[in-house]
């Protein structure tokens, strides 16, 4: 998996070179944002593979800000119009290159003219309505993103990008139900577990018990795990990637009837994402929790139950 | 070959584990130097990991264990830093357990919970609560058991005990309790398991690794006994109930073993005292196999012992009828377990005697019941085989003697007679010994013919011959000694009554006339005299009883003494059986009563000629006649002439001339009886001497023919101090000139050639000569006396 995203990253960066090289850019674009100081700054991981900071926004937020370009020093840049746009894109990775738009909002800037010199243009998107949270998976990605394009006839816009990041926070369930389930295998294992809720929040602790109401194998330890299911396209182009974001040993050794096993997991130290159902249409993120026996000769009892994970806000 | 292999195996693993250890431990203080606690933890968490492994035994592990355990004693202290650097202890709380694998991370968890509770940032119960239910995901015993050993020993100084720093609400003990019992129910819980997991043919194995860890789940209830809040009542009710809960269920002998035995050893005594019951009724629940006897032996023990400490405890013991308690226990016990072995029940009914003779001294109906209890156990099962079971048997029968230094009580036991019986002779014999000693160390008399029959029905074994097996292993040095002990016992037997020491003595002859030919010379003696003693007190109270019916009379007693004398003539030890004739031939002369010493004297010259036949042997007996005759002084003058008659006869007919010399001399005495004014004879006593004189010159030709020198002058100088003896007392058929001439002769004697020199004679010779000199220098009426004689003493010495 890591592998695969690498060499995507090394390919692209090689091509942002060629683009360069031919076409020397006649001007520079900064993009910032009118809060940009008092904002609070996250990594994002860009497709370079490398980290930057961007601001953090959330739905319904004002993004505004200032858009100036300044021609490269005795240059003129010649234009048919400059404008802004907001996207929130979905990519697909199966379909690289090709953004799906489920946002996307235009500010004209400017109409067709010169620039001789240094000039700002303000802009603001109002109560922007932002519903998904900017997401990287594994093969898909949901990204936001201000762009702002100086059109030019046949000797190409220039095109500047500034991405920004998207967290929505969810209040606490008014129902939060906890998991309670028996399991087992006919006369040879029954296990009855309880998880203390089924909605998470990304620093919550996971507090349960396994009580053991019949043992008949030798049981060697037992994990929990949480599994992150990450289902993109729909129907027969249906792909499901499931990855294993956390290991965590709950027993060790073979316990008898009657035993009961506590569970503490503290979420905090695995890099989760909230809960994301069926996004656009495009791809669903879900969050699993499972319970892993495994016996002396190595075989693995398993029982998988989905819980949700949403993000609270930080009260800090 | 294969076992071999294991352990060299075991210690590879050993040694892997603990270079591994010990690298992540560099790593581990390398960031506690540079206060790196992302490192710290990191490599903790992988030291710890050494642990996980479950290729060593159970001894090996401890090895590694205790490596792990002095790193994180390193590690708390950086801890303890890092939370005054303003790292949150809870955060610390929360962090550890970020570690993946369960292990390492219940350790650094307890490591930190341990600061945790120091820093009283929150209830140390919480903390200790929290700490010992997450231990429950290690379910692996010999992991499970030292992960939980560890949390007990670094939280044993931090329990919310009264007193302690860490003390919390009103229930502060209880939470501490809560706590150690539950670590202490887990623990056992795995060390128990331990014995159900892996194949059966491992089964010894595991035992005997069982063994080696069970000191750390009895730890907990050392640390129990620690806590100072737990008073009786919370004793009473809650921590044993619980305990012995835990030992009942666990259903594991091993187990319940050890923790009873725990049980016992770690809670003071008064507890035990106040919480017999408790503890008792859990031992019949235990299973068969668990060695109840020896538990409840300690138990006894202890309690013994704390009666003995004190006398101001003893009322607790009678307020909580300790005795009854535990008497009942054992009796269910032993219902209980049919199969228990015999000395089983004889260890269990020891203790309880030693309990209840340090307890209840004064009550021997206590001590008869277990008696009584023990022989019914024993009864129908024919005399015992098992030596350890006998051997316990003695302890169990000595334990009253030596409490109460007095048989008479045990004599007062009924059931004491019935239990000799299942014992074998070896055994009865040793018992009887222990019970002899007992009397002769503590110089108990026993005072009644009834006494002295249950006594001689207990030490039948030394008695007489139990069965007829032939003593193939008879060895003489243990018989004499035996018996010799059994004659200093009838020397102890005495009462003040003459009525009833008469019984005590036929009740005492009947047994050892029934005793055997063996016994006969050492037990007749005694008797013999301690009879005599009787017939001296008779005859000092004589004035007041004499001449009535009493049975109690010396006549009565002699005619005893006679048939018992008689008795040896089947040894024979006619030697032995004279000298005892003479004994009573003169205590019958200090009574008057001459019929009777005439006959004991007839007895004793039958015997002389009928008997004792070896010269040597004839020349003691005629002496001690003569001895004995001489001081006789009830005689009339015929029977004093056929007695003494008798007796130069006897000695004129010795065999060797040297002894006829002497013999005859000594008889010269019969004939002068000091202060019996009739009875001095001086014509005879000089015939006798001058008859003497005769067979030392005949001894002295016969030496001088035989062997070509003359023999010593000994016999003139023996002659010449009898002369001066009855010269002094006042003989007049004793001359000067007699005696002037002895020494003549003597000194002539001395200075012949053919001589034998003899210093012993010479020496003799110049005493004798010093003590005529010494009597002529005294002066006065005895000088004058001896002055006419003459010698010269410078020349002879």
């Not at chain 1, 944002?33 to 319904?60: C, H, I, Y």
């Not at chain 1, 235009?106 to 303000?122: A, S």
């Not at chain 2, 100072?228 to 009710?237: K, N, S």
């Not at chain 2, 008659?645 to 004939?671: E, I, N």
Request: aromatic share 10%.
């Amino acid at each position: 998996l890591n592998c695969w995203s690498e060499s995507f990253g090394i390919c692209f960066y090689a091509l942002q070179n060629y683009i360069i090289g031919a076409f020397k850019p006649a001007c520079n674009i900064s993009i910032t944002f009118s809060d940009g100081k008092t904002r609070k700054q996250v990594p994002l991981k860009k497709e370079n593979g490398q980290t930057a900071m961007v601001p953090l926004f959330q739905s319904q937020e004002n993004i505004a800000g200032k858009i100036s370009i300044e021609p490269v020093q005795g240059k003129k840049v010649e234009h048919n119009g400059i404008k802004v746009e907001l996207l929130g894109q979905i990519e697909m990775y199966f379909d690289r290159g090709n953004f799906y738009d489920f946002t996307s909002l235009v500010r004209e800037l400017d109409v067709p003219g010169e620039i001789y010199e240094r000039k700002t243009y303000p802009f603001e998107f109002s109560t922007v309505e932002m519903p998904y949270e900017t997401y990287n998976g594994v093969n898909v990605r949901l990204r936001y993103v201000l762009k702002v394009t100086i059109s030019r006839g046949y000797a190409g816009s220039i095109v500047e990008y500034q991405d920004f990041m998207v967290r929505n926070y969810t209040p606490p369930p008014s129902i939060n139900t906890s998991i309670k389930m028996e399991v087992g295998i006919e006369d040879c294992l029954h296990i009855e577990f309880e998880y203390n809720k089924s909605k998470y929040h990304l620093k919550d602790v996971i507090i349960g018990k396994i009580y053991f109401l019949l043992v008949r194998i030798k049981i060697k330890n037992m994990d929990l795990e949480i599994r992150r299911r990450e289902s993109t396209g729909s129907g027969a182009n249906t792909h499901v990637e499931t990855e294993t974001l956390a290991k965590f040993e709950l027993m060790d050794g073979a316990p008898v009837r009657g035993e009961s096993i506590p569970i503490r997991l503290f979420l905090s130290p695995y890099e989760l994402t909230p809960t994301h159902r069926n996004i656009n249409n495009k791809f669903s993120v879900k969050y699993y929790l499972n319970l892993v026996l495994v016996d002396e000769e190595d075989r693995r009892y398993f029982k998988q139950q989905e819980v949700t994970i949403y993000r609270l806000a930080d009260t800090s | 070959m294969m076992i071999s292999e294991g352990i060299e195996d075991e210690d590879k693993w050993l040694t892997a584990g603990i270079a591994g250890l010990q690298q992540n431990a560099f790593y581990m203080h390398r960031a506690l130097d540079t206060n790196n606690l992302k490192d710290a933890l990191k490599y903790s968490a992988q030291m710890l990991s050494e642990l996980r492994t479950s290729r060593l035994s159970p001894h090996k592990y401890y090895e590694l264990y205790m490596r792990a355990f002095d790193e994180l004693r390193k590690l708390e202290m950086f801890f303890r830093e890092e939370t005054k650097r303003g790292c949150s202890t809870i955060e610390l709380y929360e962090l550890v357990q970020h570690a993946g694998n369960i292990l390492p991370r219940l350790y650094l968890l307890c490591t930190v919970g341990s600061v945790y509770i120091k820093s009283k940032e929150a209830p140390a119960k919480d903390v200790l609560k929290d700490l010992v239910e997450m231990c429950r995901g290690i379910q692996h015993p010999v992991r499970g058991l030292f992960l939980r050993s560890y949390l007990s020993q670094v939280t044993k100084d931090k329990l919310p005990d009264i007193g302690s720093e860490y003390e919390g609400d009103a229930d502060t003990v209880m939470d501490a309790l809560e706590f150690v019992l539950q670590n202490f129910t887990e623990m056992n819980k795995l060390w128990v398991r331990m014995q159900h997991q892996g194949p059966a043919r491992e089964k010894e194995k595991r035992e005997k690794e069982r063994n080696e860890l069970r000191d750390l789940v009895g730890k907990n209830l050392h640390v129990l006994s620690q806590i100072e809040g737990v008073d009786l009542e919370m004793y009473r009710d809650t921590v044993l109930p619980r305990v012995l809960e835990q030992v009942v269920n666990c259903k594991d002998e091993l187990a319940q073993y050890y923790l009873m035995d725990c049980i016992i050893q770690v809670f003071p005594d008064e507890y035990h005292l106040q919480t017999l019951e408790i503890l008792l009724s859990a031992c019949p629940q235990l299973q068969p196999a668990v060695d109840i006897k020896t538990v409840l032996s300690r138990l006894m023990e202890r309690l013994s012992n704390y009666a003995a400490s004190s006398a101001e405890v003893l009322p607790e013991f009678f307020h909580v009828e300790a005795f009854a308690k535990l008497s009942n226990a054992i009796g269910q016990v032993i219902e209980a377990q049919v199969d228990m072995p015999i000395v089983g029940a004889v260890t269990l009914y020891s203790s309880l005697l030693t309990f209840s003779l340090h307890v209840h001294p004064d009550r021997l109906d206590y001590v008869d019941q277990i008696l009584g209890a023990c022989v019914g156990k024993l009864s129908g099962k024919g005399k015992l085989e098992d030596s350890k079971a006998t051997k316990q048997i003695v302890t169990l029968l000595s334990a009253p003697l030596e409490k109460y230094n007095d048989i008479e009580t045990a004599l007062k036991l009924s059931n004491y007679p019935r239990f000799m019986e299942y014992l074998d002779d070896g055994t009865n014999k040793v018992m009887a010994n222990v019970i002899i000693q007992s009397i002769l160390k503590n110089k108990t008399c026993i005072s009644t013919a009834d006494k002295v029959e249950a006594l001689f029905e207990l030490i039948k074994g030394l008695i007489k011959d139990l069965d007829e097996n032939l003593d193939d292993e008879f060895d003489e040095e243990d018989f004499n000694e035996e018996q010799s002990s059994v004659a200093r016992l009838i020397q102890m037997l005495y009462n003040v009554d003459p009525e009833e020491m008469l019984k005590i003595i036929c009740t005492v002859k009947k047994h050892i006339l029934a005793g055997g030919t063996k016994r006969l010379p050492f037990t007749v003696p005694p008797l013999i005299f301690n009879s005599l003693k009787l017939v001296r007190n008779l005859q000092g109270q004589d004035e007041s009883v004499s001449g009535d019916e009493s049975s109690a009379n010396p006549k009565k007693i002699f005619q005893l003494l006679n048939q018992t004398i008689e008795a040896l003539s089947t040894v024979p030890a006619s030697e032995l059986a004279l000298r005892l004739y003479l004994q009573c031939a003169e205590a019958a002369n200090d009574c008057d009563l001459e019929p009777v010493a005439y006959e004991f004297f007839t007895q004793a010259y039958i015997l002389y000629e009928e008997e004792i036949s070896d010269s040597k042997a004839q020349i003691t007996a005629i002496h001690l006649i003569i001895g004995t005759l001489q001081r006789m002084h009830i005689f009339g003058v015929e029977n004093r002439d056929t007695l003494t008659h008798k007796a130069t006869g006897y000695s004129a007919k010795l065999l060797k001339k040297p002894d006829q010399c002497r013999a005859v001399y000594a008889c010269s005495h019969l004939f002068w009886v000091e202060d019996h004014e009739n009875n001095k004879d001086g014509e005879r006593v000089l015939f006798c001497l001058k008859r003497a004189l005769r067979i030392a010159n005949a001894a002295q030709q016969m030496a001088n023919a035989t062997r070509g020198s003359s023999g010593s002058v000994m016999l003139f100088i023996e002659i010449l101090n009898k002369y001066l003896y009855f010269f002094e007392k006042g003989n007049s058929h004793i001359t000067l000139d007699s005696i002037q001439g002895l020494i003549e002769l003597i000194t002539t004697e001395m200075q012949s050639e053919t001589v034998t020199p003899d210093p012993t004679a010479d020496a003799f010779f110049a005493s004798t000569l010093r003590y005529i000199q010494f009597q002529k220098d005294k002066g006065g009426a005895v000088a004058e006396k001896y002055e006419p004689i003459k010698f010269l003493v410078s020349i002879t010495s």
